[in-house]
């Protein structure tokens, strides 16, 4: 059985940091890329990363780049989103997905049909 539990959201003042986590386990995490999606109240829900499995192409929203970075430890079967400088508009709940295909779709990695599976996500608060 797949499962995918974030954590580490939490409040945090613009400006400043957060490390968001993704733990992984039911299926071979090695081989399949991961999403990293947030919704904002009343809004859709959006991309913000994908980390492929091993060598393969990492993508950002241009909202986050620059400023967030996606990492993954396959020892650990977890994923890591580390967030700096972070914005009042940054303010959702965060959700990791996996993706059944070993590499972030350079065409597709921020759509939501694109993954096959979900966390519960974890809501991370910018204050102003």
């Known amino acids: 059985q797949v499962q995918l539990v974030e954590s580490g959201g939490g409040l945090v003042h613009a400006g400043g940091s957060l490390t968001l986590s993704c733990a992984a386990s039911?299926?071979?995490?090695?081989?399949?890329?991961i999403g990293w999606f947030r919704q904002a109240p009343g809004k859709e829900r959006e991309g913000v990363s994908c980390?492929?499995?091993?060598?393969?192409?990492?993508f950002y929203a241009d909202s986050v780049k620059g400023r967030f970075t996606v990492t993954r430890d396959n020892a650990k079967n977890t994923v890591y989103l580390q967030m700096n400088n972070v914005k009042p508009e940054d303010t959702a709940v965060y959700y990791c997905?996996?993706?059944?295909?070993?590499?972030?779709?350079?065409?597709?990695?921020?759509?939501?049909?694109?993954?096959?599976?979900w966390g519960q996500g974890t809501q991370v608060t910018v204050s102003s």
């Open positions: 997905a996996r993706d059944e295909w070993v590499s972030c779709r350079s065409s597709g990695w921020n759509f939501r049909w694109t993954y096959a599976d």
């Open positions: 039911g299926f071979r995490f090695e081989i399949n890329a």
């Open positions: 980390i492929s499995s091993t060598d393969g192409p990492t």
